[in-house]
Every structure is written in structure tokens, then in C-alpha cells.
């Protein structure tokens, strides 16, 4: 196990076990983030040792087709792709009845595509991301098209958000997304009602998408390390 930071540990075991449930023939949905880059590594291992053949991707970012590239995944597109099998994404928050926040990579609008297509969708995540209520540690991403960003912000604050415009790190200015738009990270103090917020946060003119993935996981794999060992659960 070598000294590997405990977060950055449960990260790849997590990432290892989803990688694990992919089989050849397989369209796969690669989602965004350091847990999944784990995942995507670990297919690609897969893939080169003769372990998996036919596997294909449909990257849910920029960033998630730079790493399958890397580690020798072939990618196609939802316009040639008939179907997805599985998906693996992280997240950022976790609630009990396995609704997401997810978007602190910018990229929830194509992860939302890509993963609610999913025959199969798993997230990826270490013990840090569950909450009792959504909204309680992660500020809400919404994504919208930069014109519309002050009359959104207006909306968002009068649903009672404190909305804060994403600034790039490195950067001057705020963060771009995939699509060319900026995201707002609207803080709430806990979501009541998740199914209803999304609907009524992606209703506001100029609005793309929102990071509220609601009924749409199939299954959320957990890592956690324990007295210095790693291990996975599943929710
Ligand atoms: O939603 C996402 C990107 O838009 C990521 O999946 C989410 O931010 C989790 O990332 P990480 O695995 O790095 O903690």
C-alpha cells in the first residue's frame, strides 16, 4: 500500500472495483474526475493485458477522453453508439437514497447525457462524499450560457441559493465549460426536495443543466480506508 494518501487510496480501489465490472463487448460511459481517472486507468490496464477486447467509450468531458487515450481506450460517440452498457462517474455528494450532486469538474451536463443513457449506472466515490441531505457540504453547479448569467443568478437567489460564479484556477476569469458556458455554485443549506429543485432549477431561462442526479444511479461503490487498509462497499 507504500505511503499513497489515504483519500487518493480509497480513490483507486474504488476506481479498480468499477473497472472490475466492465466486460469485453462493452460500451462504457466515462465519467469525469479523480476517482474516475482511476477507473479509466484501470480499463485500459484491462484492456492491454488481453483481460477485456472490444471495449469502447463515450467520454462524458474533454478530460475523460484525453485520459482514455492515454491509457489506449477507443472512443466513439453517441451518434454512432447504439446503446451504453455501463457507466462509471464519480460524485460529489451521496445522499441515502442514492440521488447525486455532481459538477465540481464543470462537467454535469454531459455526464448527465452519458450516464442517465447508461444501461447501467455506477458511481464512484469515497466515504467523504455521503450526506445525510444533499446540499449540505457542496455547493449546487449549474451551468449556464454566459449572456444569462445575471438574470439567472437573480433566479437562483430568489429560490433561496446563494449563487457564486465559478473562477478558473490558473486562470484569469471564470471557468468554461466543455460546451463554452459558465457554471454558478449555488450554495443552499440542504435540499429538501432534490427531484423538484432540478426540475425547477433547469426551468430558469438560460440555464443548461444543474448538477442534481436524481433516481438515476444503479449502484454506488464506496471506498473507505480502515486501520490503514482499503476496501470498497457498495451502498
Ligand atoms: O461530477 C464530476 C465532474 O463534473 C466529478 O465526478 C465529481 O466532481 C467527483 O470528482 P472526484 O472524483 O475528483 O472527487
Known amino acids: 500500500m507504500g505511503d499513497m494518501d489515504p483519500v487518493k487510496l480509497m480513490k ?79 460524485a460529489d455528494e451521496v445522499d441515502p437514497q442514492q440521488n447525486l450532486i455532481k459538477g465540481g469538474g464543470a462537467a454535469h451536463t454531459r455526464e448527465k447525457v452519458v450516464d442517465g443513457l447508461a444501461e447501467r449506472f455506477v458511481v464512484v466515490v469515497d466515504s467523504s462524499k455521503l450526506v445525510d441531505k444533499l446540499g449540505s457540504t457542496f455547493a449546487l453547479p449549474v451551468e449556464v450560457l ?22 478558473g484556477v490558473n486562470k484569469d476569469g471564470p471557468v468554461i465549460t466543455d460546451q463554452g458556458n459558465m457554471v454558478l455554485d449555488v450554495k443552499f443549506t440542504g435540499i429538501d426536495n432534490p427531484a423538484e429543485l432540478e426540475k425547477t432549477v433547469n426551468n430558469i431561462p438560460g440555464v443548461l443543466e444543474n448538477g442534481l442526479f436524481v433516481g438515476l444511479a444503479d449502484e454506488v461503490l464506496i471506498g473507505e480506508v480502515i486501520d490503514g487498509k482499503a476496501s470498497v462497499r457498495t451502498m
Open 146 to 167: 454566459p449572456m444569462a448569467v445575471a438574470p439567472v443568478t437573480r433566479a437562483l437567489t430568489a429560490l433561496g441559493g446563494t449563487p457564486e460564479l465559478r473562477m
Open 12 to 90: 483507486q480501489e474504488v476506481g479498480r472495483a468499477a473497472a472490475a465490472q466492465v466486460k469485453s463487448g462493452s460500451i462504457v460511459g466515462l465519467g469525469t474526475g479523480s476517482t474516475t481517472a482511476f477507473a479509466i486507468q484501470f480499463i485500459g490496464e484491462r484492456l492491454a493485458a488481453g483481460e477485456l477486447t472490444d471495449v469502447v467509450g463515450i467520454p462524458t468531458s474533454f478530460q475523460a477522453s484525453v485520459l482514455a487515450k492515454k491509457h489506449g481506450i477507443p472512443l466513439t460517440t453517441l451518434d454512432e453508439a447504439p446503446r451504453i452498457d455501463i457507466a462509471i462517474d464519480g
